[in-house]
């Protein structure tokens, strides 16, 4: 199991220093309106974040994120090869908080930390980490599996260093993103853990030469793959989703460092909790989720048995 403590408490103090740079966007026409009703009302949490309370623009949208990944409806897809992750420790830089979300950022400016293989064609720089969470340890998580929630969901944000110079290109293109999502799953007491030491750090406060490697499973050769979005505004579908089949685990006191941070400014008079920061699900209108991995699904036909 990857434990967390060792990294989110020491920044969790640090978070609340700072102001929040949330600014309020100038409101336009939405092209459709997000698909609030794809999420069941099980799922519909009394308290949604602002964002989602009123109608946002959608470039396109006929590939929003997340989806429910159906297990039985996945393709395995054999071309699909292993990850390759090499980041840098040193391109950490800072974290900040968004106003949605807190973010750990890194120095893209070289191909020092970057992602390929999988169902990437070229090499992506990873430019920041972040996390969703719920109120409660029962959801969290944006994607689900079989309908099925996770405490919470990590997302390590890659742009395409090959075709694109600056993630403001990329972001706005075809395969210009590449996204490895990770489920965080709270554990029981009786679950084997595997713990993560971070003592080789200069400075965690400061959030120095911190390897997001560790924040990933053991396996990361079993994923689900799919053409999708971001999950927050722009919304754009450049991105190339890698979701990791196996989780990681973490202690309910590690996500209660996550839900005592704060959506609001330290001189707003109404403090709110930074929970919920999750979007719900989108329709997948017809998209292929492929998987690395099959002992039990059906492998997807070759292009000779697509022509008979």
């Not at 290109?169 to 595997?194: C, D, P, Q, Y």
């Not at 973490?250 to 930074?274: C, I, N, P, W, Y």
Request: with cysteine; net charge negative.
């Amino acid at each position: 199991m990857v434990t967390l403590s060792s990294v989110i408490r020491p920044f969790a103090s640090q978070l609340h220093r700072q102001l929040f740079r949330h600014a309020n966007r100038h409101r336009i026409t939405p092209v459709r309106r997000c698909n609030l009703a794809a999420c069941s009302s099980k799922y519909v949490l009394s308290q949604m974040h602002p964002m989602w309370q009123e109608p946002l623009a959608i470039p396109g949208g006929d590939r929003q994120s997340p989806i429910d990944i159906v297990i039985r409806k996945s393709v395995y897809d054999s071309e699909l090869k292993p990850l390759v992750t090499d980041y840098d420790p040193q391109t950490c830089q800072q974290i900040w908080n968004n106003g949605y979300s807190f973010l750990v950022e890194y120095d893209d400016t070289t191909d020092k930390s970057t992602v390929k293989g999988g169902p990437l064609q070229d090499k992506y720089r990873l430019c920041q980490f972040h996390f969703h969470w719920g109120e409660s340890n029962a959801w969290g998580s944006e994607h689900t599996v079989d309908r099925k929630l996770f405490s919470a969901e990590l997302h390590l944000v890659h742009w395409n260093s090959d075709k694109y110079s600056l993630f403001e290109e990329a972001v706005m293109e075809e395969n210009g993103l590449a996204v490895i999502g990770v489920f965080l799953k709270v554990h029981t007491s009786h679950m084997e853990r595997r713990h993560v030491s971070l003592d080789n750090l200069n400075s965690v406060v400061d959030f120095n030469r911190f390897d997001p490697a560790c924040l990933l499973p053991s396996n990361t050769d079993d994923y689900w793959t799919y053409h999708g979005s971001l999950t927050t505004p722009p919304l754009t579908e450049s991105v190339t989703w890698m979701v990791m089949k196996q989780h990681i685990e973490v202690s309910h006191d590690q996500l209660a460092v996550f839900r005592s941070l704060l959506f609001t400014a330290a001189d707003e008079e109404v403090q709110k909790g930074m929970v919920n920061n999750f979007r719900v699900q989108q329709s997948q209108c017809g998209r292929t989720v492929r998987s690395s991995f099959s002992p039990f699904l059906q492998e997807a036909p070759s292009a000779e048995e697509g022509k008979h």
